[in-house]
C-alpha cells in the first residue's frame, strides 16, 4: 500500500485544490513581479522625463528673471543719470541766480526795462534827428530799483527751478512707460 492511498479522499481534494492555490498565487506573485517591473521602469522613465521638463522650466525661468533683473538695472542706471544730469541743471542754474543777484546787489548790473514811448520832455531828451556820432542806438530805457530786480530775479529764479523740475519728471515718466 502507498501512503497516497492512506490518505482520505477529501484530504487529497483538499491537497490538490490547497496544490492549486498555492501554484496559481505564485503564477499571480510572478506575473505581479513581472508587471510591477515593467510598470517601475515605466514609472522611472516617466520620473526622469518629469525632472528633466522641470530642470528645463526652472533654467527657463532662471534665465527670464535674469533679464527682467538686468533690463530693471538698466532703467535704474539711466534714471540716476536722468537725475544726476537734472540734479546738475538744477545746481547751475541756482548758482547763476545766486551770482546773479549778487552781482545786482553790488551794483555792479542794473536791469533795465524798454519804456514804451519816448517822451521829448523828459529829463534825458533824445533828438529826433539822427546824430552822426550817437552811441546808444533804439528806443530809450529806464534802469529798474535795485529791490525790484532782486524781485524779479527771484520770480525767474522760482520759474527756472519749475521748469528743471518739470523737465525732470517728464524724463522721468518717459523712461518708465518707454519699454526698452
Known amino acids: 500500500m502507498r501512503l497516497f492511498d492512506l490518505i482520505p479522499t477529501q484530504y487529497r481534494i483538499a491537497a490538490v485544490g490547497l496544490l492549486l492555490v498555492m501554484l496559481a498565487a505564485g503564477s499571480a506573485v510572478l506575473a505581479w513581479t513581472a508587471q510591477d517591473w515593467r510598470y517601475g521602469k515605466q514609472l522611472e522613465h516617466q520620473a526622469r522625463l518629469h525632472a528633466d521638463t522641470l ?4 533654467q527657463a525661468a532662471a534665465a527670464l528673471q535674469r533679464k527682467e533683473q538686468d533690463k530693471r538695472f538698466a532703467l535704474e542706471q539711466r534714471l540716476h543719470n536722468n537725475d ?3 540734479h546738475k541743471e538744477l545746481t547751475d542754474e541756482q548758482t547763476k541766480q545766486a551770482r546773479l543777484r549778487d552781482r545786482l546787489a553790488t551794483a555792479d548790473l542794473r536791469l533795465s526795462v524798454v519804456l514804451a514811448a519816448t517822451e521829448t520832455t523828459s529829463s534825458c531828451a533824445v533828438p529826433t534827428t539822427t546824430a552822426a556820432g550817437r552811441v546808444v542806438h533804439g528806443p530809450a530805457r529806464a534802469q529798474l530799483d535795485p529791490a ?5 530775479i527771484g520770480i ?5 527751478q519749475g521748469l528743471i523740475a518739470l523737465r ?5 515718466a518717459k523712461e518708465i512707460s518707454t519699454p526698452k
Open 148 to 152: 525790484h530786480a532782486q524781485r524779479i
Open 156 to 160: 525767474t529764479d522760482a520759474g527756472d
Open 168 to 172: 525732470a519728471c517728464q524724463a522721468y
Open 84 to 86: 544726476e544730469t537734472h
Open 55 to 58: 530642470g528645463e522650466l526652472s
